[in-house]
T-cell receptor, first 114, second 115 residues
C-alpha cells in the first residue's frame, strides 16, 4: 500500500531534550515536506526537500533541522525543543513530475513539549 | 510572497443546506490553488485543485470551487451538505510553474453541519 508513515504518532517530552520525528514514504517520491499545524494558524511549512541531499527552508524553520540522506526518509530533528514547538506535525511527499500539486500526507505526529 | 485568507473561521449550517467557504489569495505571479479537508483526528485529504484551464473545478464528495483571477478568489461550494461533511477545510496556494515547492495554507474554516 502506498503510504507516508510517521513515528512516533504521539510524543511527550521536556524542554531541551533532543528528539527526532521520522517520516518515510514507499512511493519513490522525490519531494518531501514537513508542516506544523496549530489552532487558528492552519498549516505552516517548516522545511522541504526536492531530492536526496537537497533541502530548503519553509516559512517557519527556526528550531528545526532536517536531513535527506535517503530518498524514502525525511526526519525532522528538534535539537532543543521548547514549549512553543508543541504542535501537530505532518509529513508529505509527492513525485517530481507533479511537484507540489499532488501531495500525500502522513497521519500526523502530536508533540507536547513540557 | 504568496498568502491566503480564509474569510470565515467557522461556518455552521443545517444538513441539506448549501454552503460556501470563502478563500482569497495574494500573489504577484500565476498560482495553483487547492482545497484540503481534515476530518476530526485525521490527516489532510485533497478535495480539489486548480492548475489551469477551466475555472470551475469539481472535486470529491460533491464539492466544487471557482477560480476568479480578477477577484483573486477560490471559493468552495457544495449545494447540499451532509452531517459527514463536518470537518476543517483549508485553502492553499503555490506559485505555478518551474520547480516551486512552497505551499502556503490559510488558517482554516471549521464547517459544522447540524441536523
Amino acid at each position: 500500500e502506498a503510504q507516508v508513515t510517521q513515528n512516533p504518532r504521539y510524543l511527550i517530552t521536556v524542554t531541551g531534550k533532543k528528539l527526532t520525528v521520522t517520516c518515510s514514504q514507499n512511493m519513490n517520491h522525490e519531494y518531501m515536506s514537513w508542516y506544523r499545524q496549530d489552532p487558528g494558524l492552519g498549516l505552516r511549512q517548516i522545511y522541504y526537500s526536492m531530492n536526496v541531499e537537497v533541502t530548503d527552508k519553509g516559512d517557519v524553520p527556526e528550531g528545526y533541522k532536517v536531513s535527506r540522506k535517503e530518498k524514502r526518509n525525511f526526519p525532522l530533528i528538534l535539537e532543543s525543543p521548547s514549549p512553543n514547538q508543541t504542535s501537530l506535525y505532518f509529513c508529505a511527499s509527492s513525485p517530481r513530475t507533479s511537484g507540489i500539486t499532488t501531495q500525500y500526507f502522513g497521519p500526523g505526529t502530536r508533540l507536547l513539549v513540557l | 510572497a504568496q498568502s491566503v485568507t480564509q474569510l470565515d473561521s467557522q461556518v455552521p449550517v443545517f444538513e441539506e443546506a448549501p454552503v460556501e467557504l470563502r478563500c482569497n489569495y495574494s500573489s504577484s505571479v500565476s498560482v495553483y490553488l487547492f482545497w484540503y479537508v481534515q476530518y476530526p483526528n485525521q490527516g489532510l485529504q485533497l478535495l480539489l485543485k486548480y492548475l489551469s484551464g477551466s475555472t470551475l473545478v469539481k472535486g470529491i464528495n460533491g464539492f466544487e470551487a471557482e477560480f476568479n483571477k480578477s477577484q483573486t478568489s477560490f471559493h468552495l461550494r457544495k449545494p447540499s451538505v451532509h452531517i459527514s461533511d463536518t470537518a476543517e477545510y483549508f485553502c492553499a496556494v503555490s506559485t505555478s510553474g518551474g520547480s516551486n515547492y512552497k505551499l502556503t495554507f490559510g488558517k482554516g474554516t471549521l464547517l459544522t453541519v447540524n441536523p
